[in-house]
C-alpha cells in the first residue's frame, strides 16, 4: 500500500454511512425476531404434570401441591426446587426431572435404544408431551384444554 | 475505528450471508396432497408442496346453531394400549344434559372395552388371540366387531392389492413391533431374510380368509396354507392393529349422531379421529407434526364432519447401523418400509378404511401412491410427506 493511500486511509471517517446502514439493519432484525418468537408463545404456565406407563397413570404433580405417586414403579425424590421421577418398567428406566420454578418437565435420563426421549423440548404448555416409545413412558401436561379449537396429529 | 471497519464489519456481512444462505437452503422434504389451494397451509419453510390430481369432493354445509352457551366436557380413557380423548360440547346448563353425557360415556367406554377385547392379539379369547391359535383350516366363531373390522380389512386388502396386509403378523413380532419378541438391540438380533421370506410368503395367503355370517352369528375360517420355519409348523395369524382404531372412531362417532353431539370430536391417539364441529371456529384446526422434530408443525388444514387417520415411521422405530426400523411392515419385502414416506393422513369417508389406507399408502412408495390417490381417492383428502 503507497504511502498515499495509507494518509488517505487515516484521514477517513470511523464509520461511512453504508457502515451505519448495516449495523442498523442488523439491530432491526435481531429486534424483529426477539418481539416475534416472545409474543407468539403461549405464556400460561404447566399446571402440573402426569406420567403414565402404557395406559397406567403413575404419577400426578400439580405445581404448588402435594405428588401423587400411584404405582410402586416410581421412586420420587424431591428437594426445594425440583422433583426427581424414577419409572422403572419391564423394558427399563426413565427419569423425569419436575422443574418447580420454572414450570417444566424434561427427560433426564433413559436406558431407552436412541434416546430419542431426550430430545423431545422440555414440557411446558406450548409441547403435547414427551414419550419414551421403547418404554411406553409418557410425560404430558396434568390438565387439558378441551376447548381448544387445535387438534395435533 | 480500524478494527471495527476491517475486522467487525466483514464478519457481520459475512454472517448475514450465512444467515441468508440458511435462508435459502433448498427444501428437504415433500409434502404430496391433493387438497385444493386454499385448504391448506405450509408453516415450515424446509417443507415443499407437490399437488396430486383427482380430487373431487364436493364441500358440504352446516346449519348454523347458537352455540354461546355450549362448554366443553372431555376425559382421556386407556384403550388398546393407548389412550383416547373423548370431547363434547353442548349447553350443560339445560335439564338433563349431565346424565345425558354420563349415558354417552358409559356407552363410549364400553364399546372401546369390547372392541379391545374382540381385536386383540394378547387378551386371551379375544377372537383374534382364538383366531391366531387355532389351527390352519379352522373355523371359529366372531363377534359382530371382528367380523364388520376383517370385512374392511379384506375390502381394503383388495382395494390396494394387498399393499395392506394385516397378515404380517410374524414380521411384526419378529421387528419387535408385537408381544412375542423384544426390539433387537443390535443387527444380529434381526430376523434373516429367508425367515422372513417366509413369514411374507404366508401373510400372501391373507385373500383364502374367509368371513361367513349366518344369522345373528359370525364365523371366520384361517387358511389350509402353512409354512415351516426352525422345524415349527405356522399357520396364519393376524395383527389388526393398523385397522382398529380407525374402526373404533367410526363407531364412537355412531355414538355421538345417537346422543345428538354435533360439536366435539374422539381422537384415538392422533391415529383415527372423527371429528365434529367447534363452537368457536366452527371447523378444528389440524395441525400436522415433523415427524422428525417433534413438536413443530409443518402444516394445517381445517377439520369439520369428517373423519381422519394418520400412520408414519415415528410413531415406533428404532435406529440400528443407521438404518431406521418402524413398525410398518412392507407386504413386498415383509421388513419395515423405507420408502422414503415418513407419514400418510387420509381425511374423509371411514376411519377404518382410512386407517388400513394410510398403511397401504406408506409401503406404496411416492410414485405408485401418487397413481394411487389419483384414481381411487377422488373423494378423500390426502397428505403424505416425503424425506
Known sequence: MSLKKIEQVKKDKGFKIFDLIIYGAVLVLVAVLFIVVFTTRDTSELSGVKITVGTEVVFEYEFGGEFNKKSDSVTVEEDGKSITVTVTTDEGKNVVYIDKDKKTAKMLDADCRGKQCMYFPELDNNSKYIYCSPHGVKVEPLSRDWNSPDIII | MKFLRRILLPSVVCFALVLGGGCKKN?????????????????????????????????????????SAFTPRGYSLPAMFVEADVVVMTDFDEDGAQKHYNDFKTEVNALLKDISNSLSSTVENSDIYNFNNASAGDTIEISQITYEVLEKAIYVYEMTTGFYNPALYYNINAYGFGSTH?????????????????????????????????GDKYFVTKPQYTVEVDGETLSLKLDLGGIGKGYAADRVDELYDKYGYNYGYFNF??????VRSNPDTGAYNLGFTNPRWFNKQYFKTTVRGEKLSTSGDNEQFYNLDGVRYCHIISPETGKPVQTGIMSVTVIGGGAAEDDALTTAIMCMGRERAVKF?????????????CE
Open chain 2, 27 to 67: 427444501t428437504v422434504y415433500t409434502v404430496y396432497t391433493n387438497m385444493p389451494d386454499g385448504a391448506y397451509t405450509l408453516e415450515d419453510k424446509n417443507f415443499a408442496v407437490e399437488k396430486i390430481g383427482g380430487y373431487a369432493a364436493e364441500s358440504v354445509s352446516f346449519d348454523e346453531v347458537d352455540t
Open chain 2, 373 to 385: 390417490i389419483e384414481e381411487k381417492l377422488t373423494d378423500r383428502r390426502v397428505v403424505f410427506t
Open chain 2, 269 to 274: 391417539a392422533a391415529s383415527s379421529m372423527a
Open chain 2, 182 to 214: 423384544k426390539m433387537p438391540e443390535n443387527s444380529s438380533d434381526l430376523p434373516d431374510d429367508e425367515t422372513v421370506k417366509k413369514y411374507t410368503d404366508l401373510a400372501t395367503h391373507f385373500n383364502e380368509v374367509e368371513i361367513d355370517k349366518q
